[in-house]
């Protein structure tokens, strides 16, 4: 069809066309508000509004909203028990995986809102260039976790960088913010170029960007190919390489981690915790997305094409995850330290992805049929249930140690020595968050790991290498115990220097309130996971 | 003349992307970094517009391309901005001059 045809298809006004558009915008509803509210913040300062209202509820209430629209659509989806709704002609997917990941970014938007108001990082002058962008690149990471083609994708991933980057740079007159910010850009920009030509590659190979349709099309184009001696297999692989460092590259895998540490250390302690926990999620989402539907149904071809790439995701995994371990290890700045912590959970949680890649590969298998009917979406509800806990483990943490450098203007570990005794509520909940990412029942840390594990057990029947997975992701647990330890024990057992900073809180405070609140949902993970490990396999099994 | 073929426009395509890829490994200075960005870019760009004319891909390849230039003025734009904040902060816009953040 050529652009003339198109273009009057759309002015004849199509009846079937035009339902379908507008029930494309219903379902895109959440976004529309998200942006609508970026409009209103930015007119409010226009006409001089935000001196009466602070931006900030400009911002508050229309993530709320979302988030409502969201649940309805939840609801609505559990209602009707529908199938899969391609929109904007196959864009994008609306299901139950891309409402449970817009409904968890836009929850999470509303927390990050609450603590940058607590906290208070940008001043009246600046809240709404910091609302915006951190509207927008939700607003990008919803894309992501609903794309349904290679556009979408990348629009996605860049729409969720670009703000970011800015949001890096934030504090505009400190060296180390400026610093961090560059690096961020300049390694960012490079990943995303180097993803769009693997993109380029591989849509050119399998002549179409349709997530749906990469499957079947790469049966019929390598069906009766053999082996890497073939320029077209060969041409596939790099372009997965490829879109491989532009993920790497946003989940901080290594070897392309380089920009995490610096960027968190640079970065304002709440833009640190709205990185690590809402681009990591929505990075998850789309990786899903892409390769399952890359792996299909897993028979012929796929099943290699999925075996390989589950075992060379999981090869990286165990490269992240010890990396991340023993860096943190000898970390002297809190920011750091949980900057590698990020990278060691970014691993924990691709093992999950491997695991499923894994399975995916025996699924036509009849042996394994019987078992892969569960084991698919378990190993998804683990990845899923991991990313809900880690929202509020890391979003605890993160908000801690904004707390503690408005009081004291230091992010060191030393200095945080026997805090328990100046403010034990902030101490109590640190160490709370803590022990969860470490992985110590019962806590939600705890199974989190466990569902993940459980599903690389699984996966061990499959390949013998998912059993180093396994053994890796045991000892980086050990190993990780060390530095969240001492983190606790400075604050909570060493004793306070005479001459510290001293820092007060009152426990009914909203501060203190909030930090309970998150960590109380910590907690509350670790003791009643049946709601959310329920809803959680209820989106997986969206994607089999 | 005959007709030039799908290879020769990859070829094209492939040599921007190496350019910008050596020039994004070697440039000291942040603008050139930048520099390299856009030639992979616009690699990926000849790639697309080439394989939606000769290959099934059709008009996605070019409604791509079109979408990846709006993009890479949008992330130029960021880019820029931060490069001159780091100017403002370090009077230098060289990348190995940011070494405070190390350990």
């Known amino acids: 069809m050529d652009f003339e045809a198109l273009f009057k298809q759309f002015l004849s006004g199509d009846v079937a066309q035009q339902a379908s558009i507008l029930r494309s915008l219903?379902?895109?509803?959440?976004?529309?508000?998200?942006?609508?509210?970026?409009?209103?913040?930015?007119?409010?300062?226009l006409v001089s509004l935000d001196r009466i209202i602070p931006t900030h509820w400009f911002a508050l209430l229309g993530a709320m909203a979302s988030f409502v629209i969201v649940l309805f659509q939840f609801w609505q989806f559990g209602q009707a028990q529908t199938a899969p709704v391609e929109v904007f002609t196959g864009l994008a997917i609306h299901d139950e995986f891309s409402i449970f990941f817009r409904g968890f970014l836009t929850f999470f938007l509303v927390f990050v809102i609450a603590l940058t108001v607590l906290t208070g990082i940008p001043d009246d002058e600046d809240a709404p260039d910091f609302y915006s962008l951190l509207s927008g690149a939700v607003v990008g990471m919803m894309l992501m976790s609903s794309a349904n083609h290679l556009l979408m994708l990348f629009i996605g991933i860049e729409m969720a960088s670009v703000p970011s980057y800015a949001m890096t740079g934030f504090l505009k007159g400190k060296r180390r913010s400026s610093e961090a910010a560059l690096k961020f850009v300049v390694y960012g920009a490079g990943a995303a170029g180097v993803m769009l030509f693997g993109i380029s590659l591989l849509t050119g190979i399998l002549g179409t960007a349709q997530f749906s349709e990469l499957a079947p099309r790469f049966q019929a184009v390598f069906a009766n190919h053999a082996g890497m001696q073939d320029p077209a297999t060969r041409c596939v692989v790099l372009a997965l390489l490829m879109i491989t460092v532009g993920f790497a590259f946003k989940l901080s895998l290594v070897p392309f981690h380089f920009w995490c540490p610096d960027a968190f250390q640079g970065a304002p302690a709440e833009v640190g915790g709205f990185l690590s926990v809402g681009s990591k999620a929505a990075a998850f989402a789309l990786l899903v997305r892409l390769t399952t539907s890359l792996a299909g149904d897993g028979t012929g071809a796929l099943s290699q094409l999925s075996l390989s790439s589950g075992l060379a995701l999981g090869l990286i995994a165990i490269v992240t995850t010890t990396f991340g371990n023993l860096a943190a290890y000898s970390q002297k700045n809190i920011k750091r330290m949980l900057a590698y912590s990020t990278i060691a959970h970014a691993g924990y949680m691709l093992m999950a992805v491997s695991a499923l890649l894994v399975l995916q590969s025996v699924q036509s298998d009849l042996v394994f049929q019987g078992n892969h009917q569960q084991n698919g979406p378990r190993a998804m509800e683990g990845l899923l249930y991991y990313l809900c806990v880690y929202l509020f483990m890391?979003?605890?943490?993160?908000?801690?140690?904004?707390?503690?450098?408005?009081?004291?203007?230091?992010?060191?570990?030393?200095?945080?020595?026997?805090?328990?005794?100046?403010?034990?509520?902030?101490?109590?909940?640190?160490?709370?968050?803590?022990?969860?990412?470490?992985?110590?029942?019962?806590?939600?840390?705890?199974?989190?790991?466990?569902?993940?594990?459980?599903?690389v057990y699984e996966a061990t029947n499959v390949h013998w290498f998912m059993w180093v997975v396994l053994a890796t992701g045991g000892l980086n647990t050990v190993i990780s115990l060390f530095y969240y330890l001492r983190v606790a024990k400075t604050m909570c057992i060493d004793a306070r220097p005479a001459d510290a900073a001293p820092v007060t809180l009152a426990a009914s405070s909203s501060p203190a309130l909030y930090v309970m609140l998150v960590s109380g949902m910590v907690v509350f993970l670790g003791i009643i996971i049946d709601p959310l490990s329920k809803v959680a396999l209820h989106a997986a099994h969206a994607l089999f | 003349m005959g007709e030039v073929g799908l290879n020769a426009y990859l070829t094209v395509g492939a040599v921007l992307f190496v350019c910008g890829v050596v020039c994004m490994a070697t440039k000291r200075n942040g603008i050139g970094v930048l520099m390299g960005v856009e030639l992979v870019l616009n690699g990926a760009n000849v790639n697309f517009v080439a394989f939606s004319r000769f290959t099934s891909l059709g008009l996605d390849g070019q409604t791509i391309a079109l979408f990846v230039i709006v993009l890479a003025a949008a992330e130029a734009a960021v880019a820029l901005a931060i490069a001159l904040n780091f100017y403002n902060n370090h009077l230098t816009i060289d990348v190995d001059r940011g070494n405070e953040l190390q350990g």
Not at chain 1, 395 to 423: C, H, M, P, W
Not at chain 1, 430 to 452: E, N, T
């Open chain 1, 26 to 45: 219903v379902i895109f509803l959440p976004e529309l508000v998200l942006s609508g509210s970026i409009v209103l913040m930015l007119a409010a300062r």
């Open chain 1, 394 to 455: 890391n979003l605890g943490a993160f908000a801690i140690v904004a707390l503690i450098r408005n009081q004291t203007f230091s992010e060191e570990i030393d200095d945080y020595k026997g805090l328990a005794q100046q403010v034990p509520v902030l101490a109590i909940c640190m160490a709370i968050c803590m022990f969860s990412l470490v992985g110590i029942p019962p806590l939600g840390g705890f199974y989190g790991k466990a569902f993940i594990f459980a599903s």
